[in-house]
Each structure stands twice: as structure tokens, then as C-alpha cells.
């Protein structure tokens, strides 16, 4: 047709931003205008008005014909879309004339075989105009082939017959080999994960993989972070062997250590576990290595977390390790490393680090008992806060024991230089100390049968420590009790020291004093134990029937003896004392004056083998 309307469908054309570019411009200028120095300002200005010019010539003209084209382009437009209907009703026409054709054509030679189904489609003018079944199709003989080309073609099918069947016989020998392959990897497989369970190791499925077995090697009652963490998916390898899949976020395994530092460098350190198996297979031995570098990690977890509570204990943390004091010079040191890292050559093969090692680690066993107690028994009442997670007492019981032991130690140390000097003045005294409980002894309290034997030794652990010191005084009539109490958490802190009087002398100096005394510093005590131990040496000088009977002590509440004349009394004296630790008795009669000593140090009696006694009964006598 030559009147068609033609509809584009082309999109429509976007800007094209690189001709806005200042390189496009500058290079269109060069084209255009030879360079920037053809360009001037008035030649630029001729062109403006010149274009101007043209443009109003132009559109006057146009305006004259647009006035008379409106109106022919409005009928032809109109003339144009009559003409397209028609074209597509025809083209539209033709089409459905053709496949009705077609139809009666199909339907006729369909008619012979199925007269019922060709009836219902033919067209009714073709019905009328030819019977059912007038026209039918046949397969025209195929030539004759010649005996040569029958066996030939019989050959090349036996041929492709035969290659089809050795393919499938080669296809199906590589699936029962593979199959066999199969079948042995999954034994092996099933094989590992039965000897697991029997091991004792729980298997379960993957939360997020249902269809992937997993064992736990963690502990259910830890912290939710390394509760997650214990658990492990068991793959199988290419071989059938389990691999161990532990997740993305494990790295390497890890293994506490202790050492004893002195002046900052390590004196001893704890000796690293090897994993024990009576199991030969590795996979039981990855999962123990697996078990003990979780446990050592969370117990680095929490001990780091209550050390930044105990910095008034004297615990820093430097880096990643922690320190605690021990002993003057002495420190503690507490770090995580590779678990496969060799130990630093140390000078002493002490057992502490050790020891303190597996008390953290009984602790922390301990701690998971008493979460699981703690789920066991009725929840408490649902409120809108969540109550904070609490510290585990892991380094506490370890400083409070450590404290305790000091303080016992020079409680001890201190007693003994005193029964040393007394002992040499030939002056009786004794003492014993009792400790409340030991740690290291097995209970055989069968009273509370639900009461296990690691409970009890737990509760000693972790309660306060208490030992006990009981002072025999020369005079027989007098005993002190010395108390010892070391407590870290509140209410208590630290080591309490209380002093406890019990004497048969009524009328006596020391009946009148508290029963009881309580002691900021050993040495305040001691103080007051040398003070109570001059009235017994003044006591025990009265009594005795080889002391002069002029001396008379001066008062009840001094340790000065003076003389029974009122006329001598300013004269005559005699006194004892202790100093630094060592027994002294300073005497004066009329002008002559002098001094004797007793220090720890000598064995037996004092100077010239003579005790207070006879110092007293040779000067004074």
C-alpha cells in the first residue's frame, strides 16, 4: 500500500552526556573553527546576529503555509486510519480462510480412520460438498534392496547393537565399583560415629542441618557463647574417615598455663597434659583435645573477667596475661597459649603451677555443678530486667588461701622467736596450732549421705579458712587464743586476727582486761602478747621462793618490780621488757644499775648458761 502508516517503536533517544563534555567541546571547536585563535569576541557576536536574522525570515514563512497544512494534515491523518483498519480486517480474513482450509484438509484424511472425530471438526460446506472418507493417503513401496545391502545393514545394527550393550555393560561395572566404593565409605563412616557413641559422646543432628549428624564435646552448663561452641559437625571425608568440623570460628586450639614468676621472670610453670586415651583412634583424641582447649578458654574467659573486679587484691592484668601476688617477690601468672607450644626452660620443678592449674579447673567444674543446681530448681519470678550474670569464684579462693597461709606463716614465725627467747631465759612457755580444716584430707562424715565427697571438699575450698594458735603462759593460769580468719568476699575482707584471754587468777592484771581483742597487723598483736607475757615473767618472779622478798611488783598493770621499803622503793626496781623480739631485765639497786638479755638465737638458757631467774637471784640477791 503506498499510503501505509508507519508507528515507530523505537525508544526515544536519551541525552548523550559525553557530548556535554568540555573534551568533546574543545575538540568539535577545533573541527568546527580551526582552534581558539580563529574566535573572537566580535566575530562571534556577527554570528549571533546573523542567526537571528535567518530564524525570523524563516519563521515568518512558515507561519504563512502552517495555517493551511493544519487542516490538510487533519483529514489525511483520518483518511490514513480508515485505511489501516481495513488493511488488518483483510489481512486478518485471509489468515482464518487459510487455517479453516487446512482444517477440512486435515479432517478429510482423518475421515477414513476416524470418521467421528474428522466429523466434528470439518467445516459444514465441505460436508455437503464431499462425502466423509472421499480422500485417504498411503505409503508409496519403498525400493527393492539387494540381498549384499540387507546383511550389510544387518551387520552395522548387530554392530551398534553389541557397542550399545558393552557401553552398558562398562557403565554398569563403574556403578557397582563406584557403589562399592560408596558402600565402604559409608561403612567406615557409621563405623566411626558407633564407636563415638560408644565412647560416651552425645551425637545429635546440626540445629541449622538437619541432615548432618554432630557430637557435643562442650559442657551444657557454660557460658552460651562456649556452650554453642561445643558442638561439632562430623563430615565424611573422601576416604569415609569423619573430619571434624568445628565452624568458622574456631581457629587453634589453646591451653592455659601458670608459671612462677620471681623478680618478673619464670622460676616454674605447670606442666602441659597430654591428651590420655586407652583409644587408638584419632578422632576420640581430637574430640578430648577439643574438649580440654574449650574448657581452658572459657576458664581464661572468666577468670579474666572477675580479675577486673579484684584490683584491690593486688590482680593486674598485663596484655593477656594476669598476675596475682603471692610472696614478697613472688607473682602468679596466668596465660593462654597455642596448645602445641613447647614450655620455657624453667631453674625450679616446683609443683604450685601445677597444682594451682588444677584447683582453677576443679573451680570452674564446680561452677557448671552449681548452674546446673541452679536450673534444677524453680525458676524465680518473671520480671522486665534481666538479672546481671554473675562472676565465678575462681581466683578468690585461691588469694584467700594464699593470704591466709602468709599470715598463719608469720603468725607461726613470730610465735617461734617468742618460745625461742623464753625458752632460752629458761622461762616455760609453749603453744599449738590448730587448723579448722584440711583441704587435702578425705571427710569421712557419712552423717549427710547426699552430701558428696567433692562437695564437701568444695565447701571447704570455698568457705572462709580458719586456724588457731593456743599460748600456754609460764604461769599455768593464763591461756590465749589466737584466731585466724581469712575471708575475700564480703562482708568480710581479708584476714581478721582475734585474741582471746582465759585465766584462772581472778584478782590478776590480765583478769582484768577484754576477753577479747580484735588486731588490725600481726605486730600490734604481738605487742600486746609481750606486754601480757612481762606481767607472767613479773608474776612468776613473785612466786618464786628464790627471788629476793623486798621486790614487789610496782602495779597490776605494770612490769616493774620495786622494792618493799617505802625508803628504798625510788632505789630499788626491777624491770622486764621486750624489744625488737628479744627478752630483756633492766635492774637498779642503791647506785649500781645493770642490764641482762635473752635473744632468739641462743639455744638452751642465755649468757653464761643463766636463765632470768638466776640473773635476778645473783644481781639482786
Not at 41 to 62: H, W
Not at 351 to 370: K, W
Request: net charge negative; glycine share 6%.
Amino acid at each position: 500500500m503506498a499510503d501505509q502508516l508507519s508507528v515507530s517503536l523505537r525508544a526515544w533517544p536519551s541525552d548523550d552526556k559525553t557530548t556535554e563534555s568540555l573534551p568533546f567541546l574543545i575538540a568539535r571547536i577545533n573541527e568546527q573553527r580551526g582552534g581558539f585563535q580563529n574566535i573572537t569576541e566580535a566575530s562571534l557576536q556577527e554570528e549571533i546576529r546573523e542567526s537571528d536574522a535567518d530564524d525570523s525570515k524563516t519563521l515568518e514563512g512558515t507561519e504563512v503555509g502552517a495555517e493551511a497544512e493544519d487542516h490538510n494534515d487533519a483529514k489525511s491523518k483520518g483518511e490514513e486510519l480508515a485505511a489501516a483498519r481495513e488493511e488488518i480486517i483483510k489481512q486478518v480474513g485471509e489468515a482464518y480462510r487459510s487455517s479453516s482450509h487446512a482444517l477440512d484438509l486435515v479432517s478429510l484424511l482423518l475421515s477414513s480412520h476416524v470418521p467421528k472425530a474428522a466429523e466434528a471438526t470439518v467445516s459444514p460446506f465441505i460436508k455437503a460438498a464431499v462425502p466423509l472418507g472421499s480422500l485417504a493417503a498411503e505409503i508409496m513401496q519403498q525400493p527393492q534392496r539387494s540381498e549384499e545391502e540387507e546383511v550389510s545393514e544387518g551387520l552395522v545394527s548387530l554392530g551398534l547393537r553389541m557397542q550399545s550393550l558393552s557401553r552398558s555393560a562398562d557403565a554398569l561395572l563403574q556403578s557397582a565399583s563406584r557403589l562399592g566404593r560408596e558402600i565402604g565409605r559409608e561403612t567406615t563412616y557409621w563405623q566411626e560415629i558407633l564407636a563415638v557413641k560408644e565412647k560416651g559422646w552425645p551425637v545429635c543432628r546440626l540445629p541449622r542441618e538437619k541432615h548432618t549428624l554432630g557430637v557435643r564435646f562442650g559442657f551444657n552448663e557454660a557460658h552460651a557463647e562456649f556452650r554453642d561452641r561445643g558442638l561439632a559437625a562430623l563430615r565424611r571425608g573422601p576416604d569415609g574417615n569423619i573430619e571434624l568440623d568445628r565452624g568458622p570460628r574456631w581457629q587453634k586450639d589453646q591451653r592455659l598455663i601458670v608459671r612462677l614468676l620471681k623478680g618478673g621472670k619464670p622460676s616454674a610453670t605447670s606442666q602441659r597434659s597430654e591428651v590420655a586415651s586407652d583409644d587408638d583412634q584419632p578422632l576420640t583424641q581430637q574430640l578430648m583435645r577439643a574438649r580440654n582447649s574449650l574448657f581452658d578458654e572459657e576458664l581464661y574467659h572468666e577468670v579474666n573477667r572477675e580479675a577486673r573486679n579484684l584490683v584491690n587484691q593486688g590482680v593486674r592484668c598485663i596484655g593477656h596475661t594476669i598476675r596475682l601476688p603471692f610472696r614478697d617477690d613472688t607473682e602468679i601468672e596466668i596465660d593462654l597459649v597455642p596448645m602445641d607450644e613447647e614450655s620455657e626452660a624453667v631453674s625450679d620443678e616446683s609443683d604450685l603451677p601445677s597444682a594451682i592449674l588444677m584447683a582453677l579447673r576443679i573451680l570452674l567444674s564446680h561452677a557448671h555443678h552449681q548452674n546446673h543446681l541452679r536450673r534444677s530448681r524453680l525458676p524465680p519470678p518473671i520480671t522486665d530486667s534481666q538479672p546481671p550474670r554473675p562472676f565465678y569464684s575462681l581466683l578468690r579462693p585461691i588469694l584467700e588461701l594464699n593470704q591466709h597461709n602468709s599470715t598463719s606463716r608469720e603468725a607461726r614465725h613470730l610465735l617461734d622467736n617468742l618460745k625461742r627467747v623464753t625458752s632460752a631465759a629458761s622461762i616455760p612457755f609453749t603453744f599449738e596450732q590448730i587448723t579448722s580444716s584440711d583441704l587435702f584430707s578425705v571427710p569421712n562424715d557419712t552423717s549427710n549421705p547426699k552430701v558428696s565427697t567433692i562437695e564437701t571438699l568444695m565447701n571447704r575450698l570455698t568457705s572462709p579458712h580458719h586456724t588457731q594458735f593456743i599460748l600456754q603462759l609460764p604461769s599455768n593460769h593464763t591461756t590465749l587464743t589466737l584466731d585466724i580468719r581469712t575471708s575475700i568476699p564480703p562482708p568480710t575482707l581479708g584476714t581478721s586476727l582475734q585474741l582471746s584471754t582465759a585465766t584462772s587468777a581472778a584478782d590478776s592484771a590480765i583478769a582484768q582486761m577484754p576477753q577479747i581483742l580484735h588486731f588490725p597487723t600481726l605486730d600490734k598483736l604481738l605487742k600486746h602478747v609481750e606486754f601480757i607475757m612481762s606481767l607472767e615473767i613479773v608474776a612468776l618472779l613473785q612466786a618464786s621462793e628464790h627471788v629476793p622478798e623486798w621486790l614487789i611488783p610496782k602495779s597490776p598493770y605494770e612490769a616493774d618490780m620495786v622494792g618493799k621499803n617505802p625508803g628504798t622503793a625510788q632505789k630499788d626496781r626491777l624491770g622486764v621488757s621486750f624489744e625488737a623480739g628479744d627478752l630483756k631485765v633492766c635492774w637498779m639497786k642503791g647506785e649500781r644499775t645493770g642490764s641482762h638479755g635473752w635473744v632468739a638465737e641462743n639455744e638452751g638458757k642465755g649468757k653464761l648458761g643463766r636463765g632470768l631467774v638466776d640473773v635476778v637471784v645473783r644481781e639482786l640477791g
